[in-house]
């Protein structure tokens, strides 16, 4: 965008203040302005481990607003995940952290990947290698449900485990 | 004597495009008197009254068009000033549309009724088919002659749209003029322009997981700018062009580094177990304001980047969500999102007054961006679930840009252009 095309349509202000009328005289020229659009291609979000999802469906763990320590509803969910993942040494995860809308976009973001590594840190405690875990965020950006009332936001702050 | 001001506008607009709506102005606008412009009519009428909208958006005018006038002179010569004083009209504008097929020009005057003469003469030279850019010309030179400050209506304004897809997309200040930059299955945050404004940077999922890319809006062309398997976002031009402050997790943690863009060089600005994030500089470069939850609470902390190790200082203490800080171009204070209660909204605080200011009042306000005269706060709001635009000027004049299709969010308004 605002290439200019030529010379001519530099910004020509010519300003001056003649010292008797104090009139201003101006000349200028709009700017072209061209837009280049691009369309992204979507080469890693479309990947789902099945072998995981198997696994793990619907393993999701809560937080509360603001937070990302683990509540013991969550450590409940968790434990179940450790023995899983134990029993299935070969699968990796990953864990997606998400906020409610609540706040700044980017301030989400950070948060919903504090939630995913409080996520990561526990289960790497109990004894799965690190190298198995992937850890990301999506911040604000993928609620599970669209609504504002505590009840959706309650469900939107999350880390999912797949 | 205080005027009670209140307008409200209403445009035919394509479907795609954003509306305008004034829902509040200033008390003690500028009273001015806009005589059909001579010459091409069709020209003459679109571009005269794309000039109304862009003033009445300031809220700063009442704008008196040929019906309300007493005589309408088409220049100079027919110009009867007691017409326009007994009408108490502060400007008149008059002008004139040639077009010659190849080229458009308009030329356009303004009066000063109470002194009884010409203050300024103007020529702008147009584009076939940009009659709107040519408009926004005649109005930011009519806004910096009646105020003594640069016009924004030939800017833009970057912003996120999500229907079917997520669109990266750039309009003219008015919201008209939309075209898409970027167009995604994953979402997009974070729009950033470069200070030319030739170049944007802003976050995308696309590779799934939050990754900044710099594109070129001309050509379209676009790099990722770190490759490592981390994510990274929340990036900000410094305003020399030269280095991008960015938000990198790879410890895990959100903290905010410096990219040189030329050699690619880190450099590492916060080093806390909270999140740092939301870096932005500050307008001569020296600083770089972040929001910080290090405090227990989101607060707005300064960096000087002109010492060294310097520690971050806290500027915000009102409130226990204070995020997403920008400084006035002017430097004399900052826009941020506060949070009262459980409200979200956008607040402004001067450096020379130890309080804070509400600007906005509605739910879930986010993501201000300031115009580059300063004068105007472009911000996203949700209203009934859905994502539109909001602006609320300094002066206390509120507009909508309300969006027909599709959820509108994280807007950023460009610097000037003209």
Same mark, same amino acid.
């Given at each position: 965008m605002?290439?200019?095309r030529?010379k001519?349509?530099?910004?020509?202000?010519i300003?001056?203040?003649?010292?008797?009328?104090s009139?201003n005289?101006?000349?200028e020229?709009?700017y072209?302005g061209?837009v280049s659009?691009?369309?992204?291609s979507s080469y890693?979000?479309?990947? *789902?481990n099945?072998d995981?999802k198997?696994?793990?469906?619907n393993a999701?763990?809560?937080?509360d607003f603001d937070?990302s320590?683990l509540?013991?509803k969550?450590?409940?969910t968790l434990?179940?995940a450790v023995?899983?993942?134990?029993?299935?040494?070969?699968?990796q *995860?990953?864990?997606?952290?998400?906020?409610?809308e609540?706040g700044?976009?980017?301030?989400?973001?950070a948060?919903?990947q504090?939630?995913?590594?409080?996520?990561?840190?526990?289960?790497i405690?109990?004894?799965?290698?690190?190298?198995?875990i992937t850890?990301?965020s999506y911040?604000?950006e993928?609620?599970?449900?669209?609504?504002?009332?505590?009840?959706?936001y309650s469900?939107n702050r999350?880390v999912e485990i797949? | 004597?205080k005027?009670l001001?209140?307008?409200i506008l209403f445009?035919?607009?394509?479907?795609?495009?954003?509306i305008?709506e004034?829902t509040?102005?200033?008390?003690?606008?500028?009273?001015?008197a806009?005589?059909?412009?001579?010459?091409?009519k069709?020209?003459?009428?679109?571009?005269?009254?794309i000039l109304?909208?862009?003033l009445?958006?300031t809220g700063e005018f009442?704008i008196f068009?040929n019906?309300d006038l007493?005589?309408t002179?088409?220049?100079?010569?027919?110009?009867?000033f007691n017409d326009?004083k007994?009408?108490?009209?502060d400007?008149?504008i008059?002008?004139?549309i040639?077009n010659?097929?190849?080229?458009i020009?308009?030329?356009y005057?303004i009066?000063?009724?109470?002194?009884?003469?010409?203050?300024?003469?103007?020529t702008?030279?147009?584009?076939?088919?940009?009659n709107?850019?040519?408009a926004?010309?005649?109005?930011?030179?009519?806004y910096?002659?009646i105020?003594?400050?640069?016009?924004v209506?030939?800017?833009?304004?970057l912003y996120?749209t999500?229907?079917?897809?997520?669109r990266?997309?750039?309009?003219?200040?008015?919201?008209?003029?939309e075209q898409t930059?970027?167009?995604s299955?994953?979402p997009i945050?974070?729009?950033?322009w470069s200070p030319?404004?030739k170049?944007?940077a802003y976050v995308?999922f696309?590779t799934?997981?939050?990754k900044?890319?710099?594109q070129d809006i001309?050509?379209?062309k676009r790099?990722?700018?770190?490759?490592?398997?981390?994510?990274?976002?929340s990036p900000?031009?410094s305003?020399?062009?030269k280095f991008l402050?960015?938000?990198?997790?790879?410890?895990g943690?959100?903290?905010i580094y410096i990219?040189n863009?030329?050699?690619?060089n880190?450099?590492?600005?916060t080093n806390?177990?909270a999140i740092?994030?939301?870096?932005?500089?500050?307008p001569?470069?020296?600083?770089?304001m972040f929001t910080?939850?290090?405090?227990g609470?989101?607060?707005l902390?300064?960096?000087?980047?002109?010492?060294?190790?310097a520690?971050?200082k806290?500027?915000?203490f009102?409130g226990?969500?204070?995020a997403?800080?920008s400084y006035?171009?002017?430097?004399?204070?900052i826009?941020?999102?506060?949070?009262?209660?459980?409200?979200?909204?956008?607040?402004?605080?001067?450096?020379?007054?130890?309080f804070?200011?509400?600007?906005?009042?509605?739910?879930?306000?986010?993501?201000?961006s300031i115009?580059?005269?300063g004068?105007?706060?472009v911000?996203?709001i949700?209203?009934?679930g859905?994502g539109?635009?909001s602006?609320v000027?300094l002066?206390?004049?509120?507009f909508?840009l309300?969006?027909?299709?599709?959820a509108?969010?994280?807007?950023?308004?460009?610097g000037?252009?003209r």
């Open positions: 605002f290439i200019l030529n001519l349509n530099f910004l020509v202000a300003i001056f203040l003649s010292s008797c009328s009139m005289v101006t000349e020229s709009v072209s061209d659009t691009v369309k992204a890693e979000s479309e990947y *789902i099945y995981s198997a696994v793990f469906a999701t763990v809560y937080f937070k320590t509540t013991s969550s450590i409940q434990k179940s023995n899983a993942l134990n029993d299935n040494s070969s699968i *995860i990953t864990l997606s952290g998400h906020a409610d609540r700044t976009r980017e301030y989400n973001l948060l919903g504090r939630r995913a590594e409080a996520v990561s840190d526990y289960l405690l109990n004894g799965v290698n690190k190298n198995r850890v990301k911040g604000e993928k609620p599970a449900v669209n609504g504002q009332d505590e009840i959706s469900k999350r797949n | 004597m005027k001001f209140l307008l445009s035919n607009v394509t479907i795609s495009e954003l305008l004034i509040q102005g200033t008390d003690d606008p500028y009273r001015v806009i005589v059909e412009f001579s010459g091409d069709d020209i003459a009428n679109n571009v005269v009254q109304k909208n862009n009445r958006r009442v068009s019906e007493i005589s002179p088409k220049d100079e010569n027919e110009i009867i326009f007994i009408l108490n009209i400007y008149l008059v002008g004139n040639l010659d097929r190849s080229n020009t308009a030329e005057e009066f000063d009724i109470k002194r009884g003469s010409k203050v300024r003469s103007s702008v030279y147009g584009i076939p088919n940009k709107r850019q040519l926004h010309y005649i109005s930011d030179g009519v910096e002659e105020t003594g400050i640069e016009g209506a030939s800017t833009k304004i996120v999500e229907d079917d897809y997520f990266l997309v750039v309009a003219d200040a008015d919201g008209k003029n930059l970027l167009e299955s994953e945050i974070s729009p950033s030319d404004s170049k944007v995308s696309e799934g997981m939050a900044v890319f710099i001309a050509s379209g790099e990722l700018v770190i490759e490592n398997s981390t994510q990274i976002s900000s031009w305003p020399d062009g402050s960015l938000t990198m997790y790879q410890d943690n959100a903290e990219l863009l030329k050699n690619k880190l450099t590492r600005l806390h177990y740092d994030t939301e870096s932005t500089w500050s001569k470069g020296s600083k770089i910080s939850g290090r405090s609470s989101p607060q902390y300064e960096i000087d980047l002109r010492k060294s190790n520690i971050p806290r500027i915000t009102e226990n969500y204070n997403k800080g006035l171009p002017n430097n004399e204070g826009v941020f999102v506060h949070r009262k209660n459980m409200t979200f909204q956008i607040a402004l605080k001067y450096f020379d007054e130890n804070i200011r509400p600007l906005t009042d509605s739910q879930l306000d986010e993501s201000p115009s580059p005269n004068n105007v706060i911000y996203a949700k209203d009934e859905m539109l635009l602006g000027t002066s206390g004049a509120k909508r309300p969006a027909t299709e599709g509108v969010r994280e807007p950023a308004w460009s000037f252009l």
